[in-house]
């Protein structure tokens, strides 16, 4: 909003519910301003230790919505037409004192809550066999013998992703339009459990509960079968096939492929042939069938308001 209209209403006095134009912000003693600029800029972002997902292997937080921000960067910015340069860097470092941090998560908004939820989740499978067929008839194309180790490494990898997008399709699509399946991932998934929550908050988060979920999940990796299993679990009660050893290996070797550039953690190479593909095709199909059919008869099972019908607040207090 660098360019703000002199007389664009946009700027919310907190004390009196009114929006102020810019000519109005900059007409009011610099407490007022201030508090204002203080309230816009919290009502936009937040400290990423409240709410955003920290992944230490990946070396911090993940900004699924947006960050890190800089907090003068942000204020001037949005305020550089109205208020001092010297003020803003004066607001700026109060806020980083107050709140113990420089560094912001974008708070999610409105147009972060809409979900897409025009497909169904009997879209997945045929989706995905429409892509096996794709990867079988790209083995049936002759490939030179110098391009083949590379083509079938490529393929190979695909395979798992496959796996891995069924997996992921499924388990958000059903999550995020089931209230009883919401709860049960809420309840149980440690990035939510360790969230606190100030009681005047309650009903922002409760709003925005279908979205976080469906931003945290789009950034799980859904080829960990051994975290995915545990999911489907305890949310789905879904058990994954006994016989998932052959997959597992592959879910290793796909990641030797595009992490070690085909190499082993011991530097040896990964050569691939046609019937290795061939086989992991097999075995993923099998997989995801088996999966299917039981995701199928939970679906028929459920008797869940869905998110488009009912929206998320609670119970009347008894």
Do not use: C
Request: net charge negative; no cysteine.
């Amino acid at each position: 909003m660098g360019d703000t209209s002199e007389n664009e209403s946009g700027y919310l006095e907190p004390e009196s519910g009114r929006d102020l134009t810019a000519k109005e912000l900059r007409a009011l003693d610099p407490e007022q301003q201030k508090r204002i600029v203080k309230h816009w800029f919290l009502e936009r972002y937040e400290n990423p230790a409240q709410n955003t997902p920290y992944d230490s292997a990946e070396g911090g937080y993940i900004y699924i919505w947006g960050g890190p921000h800089d907090t003068d960067e942000v204020l001037q910015s949005e305020f550089h037409q109205i208020i001092s340069e010297d003020f803003l860097e004066q607001i700026a470092g109060e806020l980083e004192e107050e709140s113990g941090t420089g560094e912001w998560a974008s708070i999610p908004g409105r147009e972060d809550f809409e979900l897409d939820l025009d497909y169904g989740v009997s879209d997945f499978y045929p989706r995905f066999e429409g892509s096996v067929e794709v990867v079988r008839r790209l083995l049936r194309e002759k490939i030179n013998e110098s391009e083949q180790a590379a083509f079938f490494a490529l393929l190979y990898v695909n395979a798992i992703t496959l796996l891995e997008a069924y997996l992921a399709d499924v388990f958000i699509s059903l999550v995020v339009k089931h209230l009883l399946l919401l709860r049960k991932f809420v309840e149980s998934d440690p990035i939510f459990e360790e969230q606190k929550i100030a009681t005047a908050d309650i009903f922002h988060h409760m709003d925005s509960i279908p979205s976080r979920v469906k931003n945290h999940l789009h950034v799980l990796p859904f080829h960990r079968l051994e975290k995915v299993q545990a999911m489907y679990s305890s949310v789905m009660g879904i058990k994954f096939p006994a016989s998932m050893t052959e997959i597992i290996k592959a879910v290793q070797i796909r990641h030797d492929v595009v992490h070690r550039n085909g190499l082993t953690k011991d530097g040896a190479a990964i050569v691939l042939s046609r019937t290795e593909v061939e086989n992991l095709l097999m075995h993923v199909e099998q997989f995801v069938s088996a999966v299917d059919k039981k995701v199928r008869d939970l679906v028929d099972g459920l008797d869940s308001p869905e998110l488009t019908d009912v929206p998320i607040h609670p119970q009347p207090l008894s």
